[in-house]
């Protein structure tokens, strides 16, 4: 009998360590959502994360760190987005990092995450002024911000018109989807609206935005010289199949990068044909796409049911936000130990201190795929750069060869000052994390 116990002793030690020796996975938490009228957006840019992650793990991993994930479907409905961030943070010894790719659950959760150490990115979209990491230190409005891109429409609509002295005097119309996302770059468009002399229309529309009629009637009876549209889902489509239908030029229109992807222009017809889009992704194919269809999608671990979207904007933005995730792992692990799965905490300073430029760019397959990006405390977003592109009435191109930023100063004082009431709110010290 000792003998069979001492025996049992030394197996489950021999167990327990070989589990030991096994580098504890790293998990991600993904409220997603796949369903809804928001549903092209969600399971193109969650299929592109899932994508990514996949083709990590079958290269081996983070240094041999293998990604786990679980979704949870909120049908981008801020109230079903708490419940499923409360769901997942403590699955699989504990969420790391979370994407809702909702501005409207990224408010929802805002509070938690700090309190909870889970990170949390914004890629493109959410509250602007939480570039700021010394108020914001768990937020990740990563690439570009909505501030930055209402910045970069407007300089680009200057340039179109001859210059930014030749916006005073014209009309731009804020086509909004009526939610916190649509009302996001309201600071950014008043504020240059003043300093150039424009007028500025804004003309909300309630969600999902399918029906436009009085709202294209405004339109008409204003007569301006551009139109924003700060839409998402179908409201995209009725705006530009509406536009023809009122003879409004869509080479007149600037979309918001929500409202600049396949799912928005192909439904439309011909009616899209000359219309313009920002995005932070430069349209095209990349070394990455390659090694994506033959690893991945060639042993049936694509999580794309139709391959033809594989590299549309949508899938390439997931790809674009699963580079992020590894790239601070990797930067993670390389300050708190490597080949070792890292905290929330730890993977928080790793996202504060990105730093992908061109040569890490090349490496990875991604070079111009999106814009150079460094982090530090002051500066969560690590870049501000975005791109227009237009749609041909069969693919997007870019229309800016390089890539536009807006004006920074400006940006920085409106970010600054958010971001201080905020503080000054929830009676928060401003400082950088170690």
Known sequence: MKSFVLGIAVASSIVASSAWAQPAEQFVALPSYRVGPYAAGGSGFYGGIIDYFNLVNANGGVNGVKISWEECETEYNPSRGVECYERLKTKNGGATVVEPLSTGIAYGILDRIPQDKIPMTTLGYGRSDAANGKVFPYVFPLISNYWSQAAAMVKYLGEKSGGMDKLKGKKIVHLYHDSAFGKEPLPVLEAMSAQYGFELIKIPVAPPGSEQQSQWLQIR?????????????????????????????????????????????????????????????????????????????????????????????????????????????????????????????????????????EARQKTLGVFNMFPTVKTSCDDHEGSGAVKVQQWDGKAWKAVTPNWVVGDKVLLRKLVDESSGKYAAEKKITPACMK
């Open 221 to 357: 009876q204003a007569k301006p010289d551009y139109v924003i549209l700060w839409g998402w889902g179908v409201m995209n489509s009725v705006a530009i199949k509406t536009a023809q239908r009122n003879g409004f030029p869509r080479e007149k229109m600037l979309g918001v990068w929500w409202a600049g992807s396949e799912e928005d222009t192909v439904p439309s017809g011909d009616a899209a044909k000359g219309y313009t889009s920002m995005t932070f992704n430069t349209p095209g194919n990349y070394p990455l796409l390659d090694e994506l269809r033959k690893k991945v999608y060639a042993s049936g671990k694509g999580n794309l049911a139709d391959q033809g979207r594989i590299g549309s904007v949508y899938h390439m933005r997931g790809l674009t936000a699963g580079v992020m995730y590894v790239e601070a792992m990797r930067a993670a692990q390389e300050k708190f130990g490597k080949g070792k799965a890292v905290t929330g905490e730890q993977l928080r300073w790793g996202f504060e201190n990105l730093n992908i430029d």
